[in-house]
T-cell receptor, first 113, second 112 residues
Framework: SAVISQKPSRDICQRGTSLTIQCQVDSQVTMMFWYRQQPGQSLTLIATANQGSEATYESGFVIDKFPISRPNLTFSTLTVSNMSPEDSSIYLC??????????FGPGTRLTVL | AQRVTQPEKLLSVFKGAPVELKCNYSYSGSPELFWYVQYSRQRLQLLLRHISRESIKGFTADLNKGETSFHLKKPFAQEEDSAMYYCALSGRSGAGSYQLTFGKGTKLSVIP
C-alpha cells in the first residue's frame, strides 16, 4: 500500500492567479495520477505524471493550463494556471496502477473567486 | 470510449435491509472493474475488484458481461456502510496507457 499526502488541503484564489498542489507518496511508486472532481461530478483523469519526462494528458487537458512535474518516484506537483471560477474543484493525486489498485490522497479543495 | 454509469445518485435503505448499488459499463475490450468507497471525512479507497472475486465487509459484486453490469450487493446493510460508492473501469486510454474511468457515484445512506 501507499500513503499519500497533499498540500494545501484547501485554498481560495483570485481569478487569473496560479496554484501549485504538491503530492507526496511514502514509498517509491511507478505511476502517479492527477484527477479533478468538479462539484456534483465524478473523478476525471487529468494526466499521468511520468518521472523524468513530460506528463501524459487526457483529452481536454493541456500542459499550459495544468503543468505537472514529477522529479522523482515519490513526489509530483500539479499547477492550475490562470485560474477562473470554472477551475473550482477538488484535485486528487493518486498512486498505483489502474489495473490493480490506486491509492488516493485526501484531495485539495480549490475555490476560485 | 469507455463509460461507467451509476443510475442512482442517492440510495437510502434501512439497517438490516439488502443493498444493491447499480453499475453499468461500456467498453469494447475485456473490462476490469472496481468499486471504490469514500466514507465521511476519509479519502477514496478501494473496496473490491472483480478479478479477486472476494467479499469485503460483506459486499460482493459479480461481473455480468452479457448485461455489462457490475452491481454491488450486500444482504444486510449496516449503519457504517453509509458512504459514497464509485464504480470504476480500467481500460486503455487514448494515450495508450491504462486509466480508471469512474462513475458519478452513489451515496448510500443506511437508516438506523
Amino acid at each position: 500500500s501507499a500513503v499519500i499526502s497533499q498540500k494545501p488541503s484547501r485554498d481560495i484564489c483570485q481569478r487569473g492567479t496560479s496554484l501549485t498542489i504538491q503530492c507526496q507518496v511514502d514509498s517509491q511508486v511507478t505511476m502517479m495520477f492527477w484527477y479533478r472532481q468538479q462539484p456534483g461530478q465524478s473523478l476525471t483523469l487529468i494526466a499521468t505524471a511520468n518521472q523524468g519526462s513530460e506528463a501524459t494528458y487526457e483529452s481536454g487537458f493541456v500542459i499550459d493550463k495544468f503543468p505537472i512535474s514529477r522529479p522523482n518516484l515519490t513526489f509530483s506537483t500539479l499547477t492550475v494556471s490562470n485560474m477562473s471560477p470554472e477551475d473550482s474543484s477538488i484535485y486528487l493525486c493518486s498512486a498505483g496502477t489502474a489495473k490493480y489498485e490506486q491509492f488516493f490522497g485526501p484531495g485539495t479543495r480549490l475555490t476560485v473567486l | 470510449a469507455q463509460r461507467v454509469t451509476q443510475p442512482e445518485k442517492l440510495l437510502s435503505v434501512f439497517k438490516g435491509a439488502p443493498v444493491e448499488l447499480k453499475c453499468n459499463y461500456s467498453y469494447s475490450g475485456s473490462p476490469e472493474l472496481f468499486w471504490y468507497v469514500q466514507y465521511s471525512r476519509q479519502r477514496l479507497q478501494l473496496l473490491l475488484r472483480h478479478i479477486s472475486r472476494e467479499s469485503i465487509k460483506g459486499f460482493t459484486a459479480d461481473l455480468n458481461k452479457g448485461e455489462t453490469s457490475f452491481h454491488l450487493k450486500k444482504p444486510f446493510a449496516q449503519e457504517e456502510d453509509s458512504a459514497m460508492y464509485y464504480c470504476a473501469l480500467s481500460g486503455r486510454s487514448g494515450a495508450g496507457s491504462y486509466q480508471l474511468t469512474f462513475g458519478k457515484g452513489t451515496k448510500l445512506s443506511v437508516i438506523p
